[in-house]
């Protein structure tokens, strides 16, 4: 079962059908497709059946919410969960604009981090960024570092961009 992680500027919690017109918005929202790794649109049926197959194992995904009102406000990830090597990564998106440089999207990685170290026993995080992210600045600040960069990976928003890995260890890890 997927925990709630609260914070005090936003709540982590699981997706549920009655969110797939969010997650299809997100999905489908061209000014985020310019920075996150999924490129097509997407529809209803397809959300809800990616929705539909979250198990928890190897991906955790939850829904981030304003815990003022319960308004969604993005998604956050682990995925790849590799229980053996003790590792996944981590995705984050937030929709609006207007939510974005709030601190939320720095709180909920905060929260996610410490399930990760903490809860789930993983020794490392790491990240897939598209090269000019501003998230990119939030991931260093919390202690990510680039591992490496994958040349003209990318093509968005017209031009060929650079993917950059970044990673965190468990012992850098500022929780």
């Known amino acids: 079962m997927l925990p709630v992680l609260r914070g005090q500027r936003v709540v982590l919690r699981a997706p549920t059908q009655d969110d797939v017109p969010f997650l299809l918005a997100f999905a489908n929202d061209p000014d985020l497709r310019g920075w996150l790794r999924f490129a097509f649109p997407t529809t209803e049926e397809m959300e809800s ?13 939850w829904l981030m919410t304003d815990p003022a009102d319960g308004r969604a406000m993005g998604t956050l990830g682990l995925s790849e969960w590799d229980r053996v090597a003790r590792h996944a990564e981590l995705g984050l998106g937030i929709l609006s604009p207007a939510d ?24 490392r995080v790491w990240l897939h960024v598209v ?4 998230a990119r600045r939030l ?3 919390l202690g990510f570092r680039e591992e490496g960069r994958l040349r003209r990976h990318y093509h968005k928003r017209g031009a060929w961009r650079d993917g950059i890995i970044m990673g965190l260890l468990r012992e850098e890890w500022r929780g």
């Open 139 to 141: 991931y260093a600040r």
């Open 100 to 123: 974005r440089g709030r601190g939320v999207g720095e709180e909920a990685v905060r929260l996610a981090l410490r399930h990760a170290f903490v809860d789930l026993n993983l020794q």
């Open 131 to 134: 090269e000019d992210n501003p």
């Open 49 to 61: 059946r990616w929705l539909r197959g979250l198990d928890g194992e190897r991906e955790r995904v």
